[in-house]
């Protein structure tokens, strides 16, 4: 199994920015997609960012032009660096991975980000 360990998450204010990092551990091996999903009180999770290990990616319109993320395949951590950030990106955060061949992904336990003045 993979273990996920997040962290960087904390309480701005609108225009600032955060990174946030999970780490990956365990059964890691072979080809894998990394990245974030988010889900705010009263809404289905949705997708923030994902990874391939050949650093193709995939961003929510949303967050696309204001969200980056990045991955260390030596480290098997992947980033999200966060700036512009506004209320509406408020959520709890989750990490994601998947092994390209199988169909169930494994999460992290989720990190707290709030944007507010």
């Known amino acids: 199994q993979v273990r996920l360990v997040e962290s960087g998450g904390g309480l701005v204010h609108p225009g600032g920015s955060l990174r946030l990092s999970c780490a990956a551990s365990?059964?890691?091996?072979?080809?894998?997609?990394m990245g974030w999903y988010r889900q705010a009180p009263g809404k289905q999770r949705e997708l923030v960012a994902i990874?391939?290990?050949?650093?193709?990616?995939d961003y929510n319109n949303s967050v696309k032009g204001r969200f980056t993320i990045s991955r260390d395949n030596a480290e098997n951590t992947v980033y999200l660096q966060m700036n512009s950030l506004k209320p509406e990106d408020t959520a709890v955060y989750y990490c994601?991975?998947?092994?390209?061949?199988?169909?169930?992904?494994?999460w992290g336990q989720g990190t707290q980000v709030a944007v507010s003045s």
């Open positions: 994601y991975f998947l092994h390209v061949f199988e169909n169930s992904p494994y």
């Open positions: 365990g059964s890691i091996f072979g080809p894998n997609v």
């Open positions: 990874i391939g290990n050949a650093d193709s990616t």
